[in-house]
Nanobody, 123 residues
Framework: QVPLVESGGGLVQAGGSLRLSCTASGRTFSTYVMGWFRQAPGKEREFVAAISWRSGIRYYADSVRGRFTISTDNAKNTMYLQMNSLKLEDTALYYC????????????????WGQGTRVTVSS
């Protein structure tokens, strides 16, 4: 097991910003792809963004491209998701996840998951 702990969720007005963090303890993720997924009530878990820890290549869902930025701090073994221009439809439970292979956009590729942090966007 590789604990992943998310933080930074909360309540924000539409148009506002939040930064989510995901910290991995117990091992480093220097060879992994790390991702953010979200799940709104009554909906399936969907891909948000992913980053290759080694190469820095980033992947984004079309719905968040240009508004969200994924990044890592290798020294802190932490991944971030900067979310700007938040919309009502961004309301969800956000999960960070890690994989050492497979498609970065597919949740089935990920072996390690955090417990989630809730983001609520109000009007």
């Amino acid at each position: 097991q590789v604990p992943l702990v998310e933080s930074g969720g909360g309540l924000v007005q539409a148009g506002g910003s939040l930064r989510l963090s995901c910290t991995a303890s117990g091992r480093t993720f220097s060879t992994y792809v790390m991702g953010w997924f979200r799940q709104a009530p009554g909906k399936e878990r969907e891909f948000v963004a992913a980053i290759s820890w080694r190469s820095g290549i980033r992947y984004y869902a079309d719905s968040v491209r240009g508004r969200f930025t994924i990044s890592t701090d290798n020294a802190k073994n932490t991944m971030y998701l900067q979310m700007n221009s938040l919309k009502l439809e961004d309301t969800a439970l956000y999960y960070c996840a890690g994989t050492d292979g497979g498609s970065p956009r597919m949740p089935q590729s990920y072996e390690y998951w955090g417990q989630g942090t809730r983001v609520t966007v109000s009007s």
